[in-house]
């Protein structure tokens, strides 16, 4: 299993920036794919971004061109930099290490609140 720590979330007007962070603990593998989730008021959860140990990016449409996903192997480290922040972003968000069939990692979530 993976223990994963995040931070960063909180209050921006729109058009603000903000960072989220996330540290994993644990053994994490080659094949790990880190990302971010995002779960809003009576939606269901839903990809933002997710990034390979090679670099290779995932992007949901709605984010591409605002945000940026970053990662360090070294400190087993993911981080959404969020650009342009609309509204429609707030949500929960949620730090995801994926390494089926091994195991899928959450973190306990961060609060991104967007006002209009």
């Known amino acids: 299993q993976v223990l994963l720590v995040e931070s960063g979330g909180g209050l921006v007007q729109a058009g603000g920036s903000l960072r989220l962070n996330c540290a994993a603990s644990g053994t994490i593998f080659n094949i790990a794919v880190m990302g971010w989730y995002r779960q809003a008021p009576g939606k269901e959860r839903e990809l933002v971004a997710a990034i390979t140990r090679y670099g290779t990016t995932n992007y949901a449409d709605s984010v591409k061109g605002r945000f940026t996903i970053s990662r360090d192997n070294a400190k087993n480290t993911v981080s959404l930099q969020m650009n342009s922040l609309k509204p429609e972003d707030t949500a929960v968000y949620y730090c995801?290490?994926?390494?089926?069939?091994?195991?899928?990692?959450w973190g306990q979530g961060t609060q991104v609140t967007v006002s209009s």
């Open positions: 995801n290490v994926d390494q089926r069939p091994f195991n899928n990692n």
